[in-house]
């Protein structure tokens, strides 16, 4: 979806990653969502300061992406922990 302005894409990238629904966010889930390919999705959330790269990933591997006002660092380390011991330990 090229021919949207870079301004509405951001917008729109943003929103749905602001969405209460969820708390982190996959590049094709919010493409899906928003209905931008996912190089424009990829481009936003890997250049906005208001966006927080997870360390953790999905069960598939895929990256996690979440707004920084509903997730802090500390929050973010703590899921990725927790992930860690569940895929190392079981639970």
């Known amino acids: 979806m090229k021919n949207r302005p ?8 943003l929103r749905a990653l602001e969405s209460p629904r969820f708390k ?8 899906k969502e928003t209905k931008l390919d996912e190089e424009s999705v990829r481009e936003v959330l890997q250049s906005n300061p ?3 790269r997870s360390f953790a990933r ?10 920084k006002a ?16 569940a895929a190392k330990f079981g639970g």
């Not at 999905?58 to 707004?67: D, I, R, V």
């Open 58 to 67: 999905e069960k598939n591997g895929k990256q996690l992406f979440a707004a």
């Open 6 to 13: 870079p301004h509405i894409i951001e917008q729109q990238v």
């Open 50 to 52: 208001a966006v927080r």
């Open 24 to 31: 982190y966010r996959t590049v094709s889930g919010i493409a």
């Open 70 to 85: 509903k997730v802090s660092i500390g929050e973010d380390l703590w899921v990725a922990f927790k992930a860690v011991n």
